[in-house]
């Protein structure tokens, strides 16, 4: 069973460097271009539709992971409760992902690093969320028989 939650680690942790990485990469090649304005007009077209779907992103995110939590039968076995998790958070962690990447390419395109502050938000969520052994146990309200299996 550690496997299972040592797999959705490594998929976190891909998915939180993947991001991280392609913002770093972003910003050394803008660094000497980059800019920070936060005028529509300036910044059109993709001011204020990737900011707004990077926030949507996260609230959707927070959503739909709780709203598949509370899908998941208490009754079902440890490995079938477990299978669920990780479809939850793979879909909630790419939410995430997704409105982090936008922004990135909206801050590569238009050198302004106003973008970077959506990214940086959608990628402290997906850090936060964090699959952990006690995170599990939290979320799942998992019992003394199955917490061993852990």
Known sequence: ????????????????????????????????????????ETTSPFNPIFPIIALAGVFASMVIFRKSLVKIDRTLSLDSKILQYQTAFIVSAALLEGGALLNIVGCMLTKNAFFLIFAGICLFFLIRSRPTKDKLIRELELQYPETEEL
């Open 1 to 40: 069973m550690n496997s299972k939650l040592k797999t959705l680690q490594i998929i976190h942790l891909a998915l939180s460097t993947g991001v991280f990485l392609f913002a770093a990469v972003t910003i050394l090649i803008s660094k000497d271009e980059l800019i920070f304005d936060a005028n529509f």
